[in-house]
């Protein structure tokens, strides 16, 4: 079953996701994006799970989650991504230390993932009724509009907490990335405890993000292969008018070749 989304996106096929990476992941972007952290970073991609489009040879790992931890630079980081093809790349957010080649936690980026499937839609309803439809994953403009609305909200609330504080649009909704030094080393309950806050505020979070229990969060400059849009950070002027469908700086090269 194929998830319904707003008119202009769509699924990209294999051979764009080839030629994004091939020719337009900028490496300089995601450079300088990871050297805000410290620390060894792994990244991870997951080939098909909710496009069910994947290459023949991945079809028994097409839904599970792969970890890439070895490697020398970015560019080992492309030819795996180039060899997996998948339809989303994520970064962990832990921060590493590697000390005679055991990985040592340090502590974790601090995020707010804001994702249309938790806004109650007046046309389709709220998860719940679209999970027993079997869309979990679906949303519409309408519910898009209202999602970046809430980060627009969140992100100036947040402001008053954060000095270091980085809006990203991920494809099908938002995230909001903390860098103040401090909150890299929050307990669990410290983060679980802002996470339930936010949560009770109104903002439709996915608190188990915010609270530590999902590391991986979708690298920005990467393709989201589900919706054919790039992973935009944005200035909160962008995010305030931010529409994917137009916005030329999140569309790939191969939309609008056909």
Same mark, same amino acid.
């Given at each position: 079953?194929?998830?319904?989304?707003?008119?202009?996106?769509?699924?990209?096929?294999?051979?764009?996701?080839?030629?994004?990476?091939? @020719?337009?992941?900028? $490496?300089?972007?995601?450079?300088?994006?990871?050297?805000?952290?410290?620390? #060894?970073?792994?990244?991870?991609?997951?080939?098909?799970?909710?496009?069910?489009?994947?290459?023949?040879?991945?079809?028994?790992?097409? *839904?599970?989650?792969?970890?890439?931890?070895?490697?020398? /630079?970015?560019? @080992?980081?492309?030819?795996?991504? $180039?060899?997996?093809?998948?339809?989303?790349?994520?970064?962990?957010r832990n921060i590493y230390s590697r000390v005679g080649g055991q990985l040592r936690v340090l502590g974790q980026e601090l995020?707010? @993932?804001?994702?249309?499937?938790?806004?109650?839609?007046?046309?389709? /309803?709220?998860?719940? +009724?679209?999970?027993?439809? &079997?869309? &979990?994953?679906?949303?519409?403009a309408l519910e898009f509009k209202m999602v970046r609305m809430k980060t627009v909200e969140l992100y100036e609330r947040l402001?008053?907490?954060?000095?270091?504080? *980085?809006?990203?649009?991920?494809?099908? &909704?938002? #995230?909001?990335?903390?860098?103040?030094?401090?909150?890299?080393?929050?307990?669990?309950?410290?983060?679980?405890?802002?996470?339930?806050?936010?949560?009770?505020?109104?903002?439709?979070? +996915?608190?188990?993000?915010?609270?530590?229990?999902?590391?991986?969060?979708?690298?920005?400059?990467?393709? #989201?292969?589900?919706?054919?849009?790039?992973?935009?950070? $944005?200035? $909160?002027?962008?995010?305030?008018?931010?529409?994917?469908?137009?916005?030329?700086?999140?569309?790939?090269?191969?939309?609008?070749?056909?």
């Open positions: 079953m194929k998830y319904i989304l707003p008119e202009g996106l769509r699924y990209s096929t294999l051979s764009e996701r080839r030629n994004f990476y091939r @020719d337009e992941f900028n $490496l300089s972007k995601v450079s300088k994006w990871i050297s805000r952290r410290v620390g #060894h970073n792994i990244f991870a991609v997951i080939i098909g799970r909710h496009t069910k489009i994947y290459m023949k040879r991945f079809s028994r790992h097409f *839904s599970k989650t792969i970890i890439i931890d070895d490697y020398r /630079g970015l560019n @080992d980081v492309r030819s795996l991504i $180039l060899k997996f093809l998948p339809e989303s790349v994520y970064y962990d995020a707010f @993932d804001l994702d249309p499937e938790n806004i109650v839609c007046p046309i389709h /309803g709220s998860l719940k +009724d679209k999970m027993l439809r &079997g869309q &979990g994953l679906s949303f519409c402001s008053s907490l954060f000095t270091d504080i *980085s809006a990203v649009y991920s494809g099908r &909704g938002f #995230h909001l990335h903390i860098f103040d030094p401090e909150t890299l080393t929050w307990s669990f309950r410290e983060r679980r405890r802002l996470a339930s806050k936010i949560r009770r505020e109104g903002y439709p979070i +996915d608190e188990w993000v915010t609270a530590g229990g999902m590391r991986l969060i979708r690298l920005p400059y990467s393709l #989201h292969g589900m919706v054919s849009r790039i992973v935009t950070p $944005l200035t $909160l002027r962008q995010l305030e008018c931010f529409d994917p469908v137009k916005s030329r700086i999140c569309i790939p090269k191969f939309i609008g070749k056909g």
